[in-house]
């Protein structure tokens, strides 16, 4: 049955004929609409021009044959238990007003045509009513006239422009003829690609994607232009667009450009913006977002729907970098990042996790695109279609700089928030970026710190500053949040006072920075050179060698605390109790306490609105995206959505039934007391590791963590992998000076030992090597076909059968111990003879395992690209484990060892396969031992 036959038919009304999951860009769209609905920068404009011989009717006819055609354009957004599903419905009513100018005098036609579409393109959709869709023809001659379309962005992205008048032309030239239509059925319909995009989420290939996204991101600041005016609370989306129209020769330069260099267009002109970009910031890690299609599969060309998904693309600048170089490495990155495409945008926030702003986009401020125009002008019967400008209803990024190419050339268009930046701010970026392409095309060899052109003035970055000439600049330079500092010894008996210009980034109140900066240089500093007071300025004035113009700072205001807003009374503890529960439930955490924030602790836009979902059937409140990005703490969101009732005065300060703080319980037991200062934690299995304690060289200590008398219920049994790999490293009393560790784990213990490497590192330890045995990545199994796992695990009964049969025929093992090792002799056992069928040893270790098992399927891999790691394939795993680095390929470095161990599985660490992993193990230690001794 294909995945149309599959799918979920709606009950309660015969209108829905469909229900699916929601793919993760309408996941955004939903997200954002929620965040403040209605929202026109969400909405998608397309102005198409029209001339010759057409009727109204038949363009109508078309429309309505297209939504036909189309399911995505009958579709609506429902909410089931805070997850956004979309419905699609039987039919939509259509009709396409048509508006006559002809009568407008020719003179003002041009205005009334821009002032229409600029209305009808701004004008919101209910994202609850199914077709998000509406068309308004004006006809201006009698044989020319423009199509408006607006669509919403959950149905619609830019390749469905083309689509879209292909559809349009044939089938009104097709009415207009009286002859059927050229079109083929749709294979597919955007339903099947949302199904798709589930699975995939959870396939292993997915896990690839989310390595090098985290690898590409990791640490990536946060690039922005400095706006002319400050922030709201929070984002607009009012905005504006300068253009530029470019000769033809233009566009003969750069495709010739791009050809020399063996480069894409697009990294062609992805190398000049970014040149462009850190000429007028200063900066030298530039990023910004970008659009793909997003059909790599040739039953998606002909479908409407929103494909289109946002990469980042993050470069590193250098002055003397010639053109050429930097043109060379962007077509690198750029590559690279086209290669992991399949990580949509709404996962890649939850999964580099950033500070959340209400007052700006996750990740990126800037937007680049550069691409033909959708639309082909084209001929249909007796009409011509031919794309024209459209209007902006509603920007999303602060810039977003867009260059189109159309037969008649190529147009730069800069796209910018008027609530942040002047005309003139834009126009100026728009004469740099049209420089930097001379400069690129004029000469590629030479340096990008020749470019000329406006320069941002006021930040200086921090590889251009002057070097700090006291301990107090060096420290305020060192603070995240201060990118530019100077300092006066004027103030009261000779005490500094400081100016600071904040980051660009900064995520902080600007009124709050003082008093944070103040307490941040008490810690550091004797309380004489603690400034009596810090102003925040938003550039300092500087003369051409970089020196501050001391006497042109403004006085300094005297410091004043930061405003401690008066606490409201908490609210009811019992409302905000639930409310922990809730939050907590979602989150997957055990508890949550009254400061903790829902980002810090894991959440999401999607587990936002799960939340909501509890807090609506909890209390019957529909809370406010805004305030939770406003108020993210328990408390103080608490306090926002139920109001400031006071609390009885006998309240405790926590409710009498709260549990405590559970945490799984892991007991250490030490085989080996070594001479030196490394040590070696060996998982669970406590007796089996007993074996090996002896061998290893003795500087060594050697340590067992074992969970055996942990407790499992319903609580633990909630946790995950990386809160029990975060209690068995607290479990460690490894203290704050960082030590030099090893881990081994078997099977699942294994994939708990690569979690805790993982946060030993974060804490700055040093994990010499972390030993895998037997250990399959989590989620690889399960990724291969069916035929496959079905082969595998038939391949595995066989030898196991062989491998112990042949133990019990060598006498190496008793007829008890054999049966217990199958599982349908094994439940005779614990029929016939159910004292013998387990011992307690044997029973505890069951329940861990299965435990951990369970903790693991939820646990996604993570990368340990730095660390040392060992794989052991004991005869319980196939050869072809060796290959494919038990699924560990692309979390692991490729030349991971893989060694090979005798016994089945727990048999390895036994006296058949002990000798082996010692003999590995103790030659790490030696070599780490001596590099100790050396130093």
């Avoid at 956004?84 to 007003?97: C, H, K, N």
């Amino acid at each position: 049955m294909s995945d149309i036959e599959h799918r979920l038919m709606a009950s309660g009304s015969d209108d829905i004929i469909g229900e699916f999951p929601c793919t993760q860009t309408q996941m955004r769209c939903w997200f954002l609409d929620r965040l403040n609905p209605g929202n026109p920068a969400l909405n998608v404009a397309v102005r198409w021009e029209i001339r010759g011989n057409f009727r109204t009717e038949s363009i109508e006819e078309a429309f309505r044959q297209i939504i036909k055609r189309h399911e995505i354009l009958r579709t609506r957004f429902v909410e089931t238990d805070g997850q956004p599903m979309q419905q699609v419905v039987r039919g939509v009513e259509f009709r396409m007003p048509v508006i006559d100018l002809r009568h407008v005098p020719e003179d003002q036609r041009e205005a009334r045509i821009q002032s229409i579409s600029k209305e009808t393109a701004a004008a919101p959709f209910d994202l609850g009513q199914p077709g998000l869709f509406r068309v308004t023809l004006l006809m201006v001659e009698n044989r020319r006239g423009f199509i408006l379309i607006t669509a919403h962005q959950s149905c619609f992205d830019g390749w469905s422009i083309r689509v879209l008048g292909r559809e349009v032309g044939e089938l009104a030239a097709a009415i207009d003829a009286k002859r059927a239509p050229h079109l083929p059925e749709l294979a597919l319909q955007y339903g099947d690609f949302a199904l798709w995009q589930d699975e995939y989420r959870n396939s292993y290939g997915f896990e690839t994607e989310k390595t090098y996204w985290r690898e590409q991101l990791r640490d990536a600041p946060y690039f922005e232009i400095r706006p002319d005016r400050p922030r709201g609370r929070v984002k607009t989306s009012r905005g504006e667009i300068l253009s530029a129209a470019l000769p033809l020769e233009f566009g003969e330069r750069i495709e010739a450009a791009a050809r020399a260099h063996h480069v894409s267009l697009f990294s062609y002109g992805a190398a000049v913006i970014s040149a462009a970009l850190h000429h007028y910031s200063g900066e030298h890690e530039v990023l910004f977002g970008t659009q793909i299609a997003g059909r790599d599969d040739v039953d998606l060309e002909s479908l409407i729907g929103v494909f289109i998904n946002n990469l980042v693309l993050r470069f590193n600048i250098a002055d003397e970098l010639s053109f050429a170089d930097h043109l060379s490495r962007v077509s690198a990155t750029v590559g690279a990042a086209l290669n992991h495409q399949k990580m949509p945008f709404n996962n890649l926030v939850e999964l580099i996790n950033p500070a959340r702003d209400p007052s700006r986009n996750p990740l990126v401020s800037v937007n680049f695109n550069q691409q033909k125009a959708f639309l082909e002008d084209t001929r249909y019967g007796d009409f011509e279609l031919i794309s024209a400008p459209s209007q902006s209803p509603g920007v999303i990024y602060d810039l977003n700089f867009i260059m189109i190419g159309r037969p008649t050339g190529w147009r730069m268009s800069v796209e910018y928030n008027t609530d942040l930046f002047d005309e003139a701010t834009a126009r100026e970026l728009l004469d740099l970026w049209q420089k930097a392409y001379a400069f690129a095309l004029d000469d590629p060899q030479a340096q990008i710190g020749a470019m000329a052109g406006p320069v941002r003035a006021g930040t200086l970055p921090k590889e251009a500053q002057p070097k700090p000439a006291s301990r107090l600049e060096a420290l305020l330079l060192a603070q995240p949040d201060v990118a530019d500092v100077a300092v006066r010894r004027d103030g009261p008996a000779g005490r500094p006072h400081a100016f600071v210009v904040p980051t660009a980034g900064l995520m902080v109140p600007l009124e709050t920075l003082p008093a944070q900066l103040n307490a941040y240089l008490a810690e550091r500093l004797p309380e004489e050179e603690v400034p009596a007071a810090i102003s925040v300025l938003l550039s300092l004035p500087r003369r051409a060698d970089g020196a501050v113009e001391l006497p042109a700072v403004p006085p300094p205001t005297a410091n004043v605390p930061a405003p401690v807003p008066a606490k409201d009374p908490a609210p009811p503890a019992d409302r905000q109790a639930e409310l922990g529960r809730i939050w907590a439930r979602v989150l997957d955490v055990p508890r949550v306490n009254a400061n903790d924030d829902f980002f810090a602790l894991g959440g999401h836009s999607l587990l936002a609105l799960r939340m909501f979902s509890g807090v609506r059937e909890a209390f019957g409140i529909q809370p406010d995206l805004a305030l939770l990005f406003r108020e993210p703490t328990l408390s103080g969101f608490a306090s926002a959505i139920f109001g400031t009732q006071p609390a009885p005065a006998a309240e405790p300060a926590e409710e009498p039934d709260t549990p405590s703080p559970v945490t799984v319980e892991w007991e250490t037991t030490t085989y080996r007391q070594g001479s030196g200062d490394c040590a070696v934690y060996t998982l669970n299995h406590p007796f089996l590791y007993y074996r090996m304690a002896k061998s290893l060289p003795g500087h060594a200590s050697v340590v067992n963590l074992h969970m055996f008398n942990a407790r499992i219920d319903e609580v633990t049994e909630g946790f995950s992998l990386e809160k029990i790999a975060g209690d068995a490293v607290d479990a460690m009393q490894l203290g704050d000076t960082p030590k030099t560790v090893a881990l081994v784990g078997l099977c699942v213990n294994g994939i708990l030992a690569a979690e805790m490497t993982r946060q030993l590192r974060a804490l700055d330890h040093e994990v010499s090597f972390v030993a895998l045995i037997d250990s399959w990545a989590p989620g690889y199994v399960r990724s291969q076909p069916a035929l496959t796992r079905w082969r595998w695990n038939t391949e595995k009964r066989a030898k196991r059968l062989v491998y112990f049969t042949g133990k019990l025929l060598r006498g190496r093992m008793s007829l008890i111990t054999y049966l217990k090792e199958f599982s349908l002799s094994l439940k005779l056992v614990e029929r016939f003879a159910p004292a013998r069928a387990m011992n307690e040893e044997e029973e505890t270790t069951e329940a861990v395992t299965q435990y951990l098992v369970r903790a693991a399927r939820r646990y996604s891999p993570r990368a340990l690209s730095g660390e040392t790691v060992l794989f052991f394939r004991s005869q319980a795993t196939h050869r072809r484990a060796k290959q494919l680095l038990f699924g560990w390929r692309g979390f692991v470095p490729d030349e991971s060892p893989v060694f090979d161990l005798n016994g089945w599985h727990e048999d390895s660490l036994s006296e058949m396969g002990i000798d082996k992993l010692s003999s590995v193990l103790g030659e790490r230690l030696e070599l780490g031992g001596s590099a100790d001794r050396r130093s």
